[in-house]
């Protein structure tokens, strides 16, 4: 038996995850701790628990942070409260909502100006849908499971827009879009794609591979959609079973059994070092060949945002 990794690429982080990530450490640098975080900066176990040792303190709320503070907030997006929560605390604030993300906040607040009734395709309680609707309350109503379509009630059927969470299946929001569309049949598209690049090549990715692995490894945390989104993507593209796990240690030896070729990717909010881990892990056990599957190579940047790159500016004067 011929044993072998299909390693995906792209994996791992995307431009906003680096961004995000890097202007907690730059504010750790510049200002020094403790520098509050509102939320997981990214949703990855080990990134949170790294900058937690070098001292960000993560919070659940702005009314957690010490008045004057310095808060950064997630790469998810928050909703107008929560500016305003910090501007009643006199807090310092750095918004490191990832550009995708407020792109899609400007379009629920261009449509909500316009009167139009936003259905918003997304996971409930997750923290970017939180921040959308935050937006524009009075117009957004959230579609997350079939069953959600049918009790959706629109004013006027021919002002209905969909937008959607940045993290999702690419498959499954289309699905949710033509469900929507069979009820209102002139429901409009967002004038861009609101899925986010990275989510859609990791997909890809992943379905390039699939139907050649016995198993598939994502490599992301519980509480990231996008990881395990992955999963589920590998699943249904013909992958014989896959699994998420945080680090290499998860993986259960029962997985391995019978099993040949090995694919394994790393969602959005994950740092290449844990999946280099899991590589030596695999290798130990026999599975030292490893061939990269390449769908796409992504050349995409974004600026650290505006607060950060003035106080770096004025620190090198």
């Known amino acids: 038996m011929t044993k ?29 701790p403790p ?14 628990d790294t900058l937690t040792e070098r001292g960000a303190i993560f919070v659940d709320e702005a009314d957690e942070v010490p008045e ?34 407020t792109k899609v906040h400007q379009e ?14 997304g996971h409930e309680g997750h923290e970017e849908v939180d921040g959308t609707s935050g937006e524009a309350p009075t117009h957004i109503q ?42 209102f049949p002139e429901l409009q598209d967002p004038p861009s794609d609101d899925i986010c690049y990275a989510t859609q090549n990791r997909q890809v990715a992943v379905k ?34 896959a699994y998420l796990v945080d680090y290499a240690r998860e993986v259960d030896p029962a997985w391995l059994e019978g099993v040949s070729t090995i694919g394994v990717t790393s969602g959005a909010s994950v740092p290449d070092v844990l999946v280099m881990d899991l590589l030596a892990w695999l290798a130990d056990r026999g599975w030292a060949e490893v061939q990269e599957v390449t769908t796409a190579n992504e050349k995409v940047a974004f600026a650290l945002p505006r607060e950060l790159r003035k106080a770096l500016k004025d620190s090198v004067r």
């Open 35 to 48: 520098v509050y975080v509102r939320k997981e900066i990214v949703h990855n176990r080990h990134v949170v």
């Open 208 to 241: 390039a591979m699939a139907a050649e692995c016995d198993l598939v490894l994502v490599v992301g945390s519980r509480n990231s959609s996008n990881s395990k989104r992955l999963v589920e993507v590998a699943l249904q593209a013909g992958a014989s079973a």
């Open 142 to 183: 959230l579609v997350d499971r079939p069953e959600d379509v049918d009790s959706v009630t629109v004013r006027d059927p021919s002002k209905v827009v969909w937008l959607s969470q940045t993290t999702l299946s690419v498959d499954e929001t289309m699905e949710r879009v033509n469900q929507l569309r069979d009820r």
């Open 68 to 101: 004057g503070a310095l808060v950064v907030f997630s790469a998810h997006g928050v909703a107008p409260a929560v500016h305003e929560q910090a501007a009643a605390r006199s807090l310092r604030t750095i918004d490191a909502t990832c550009p995708l993300v």
């Open 108 to 121: 629920a607040k261009r449509f909500a100006r316009d009167d139009y009734d936003i259905l918003l395709i």
């Open 4 to 32: 072998r990794v299909l390693l995906a690429k792209p994996r791992g982080y995307c431009a906003g995850v680096d961004r995000a990530v890097v202007t907690v450490e730059k504010a750790l640098e510049t200002y020094g």
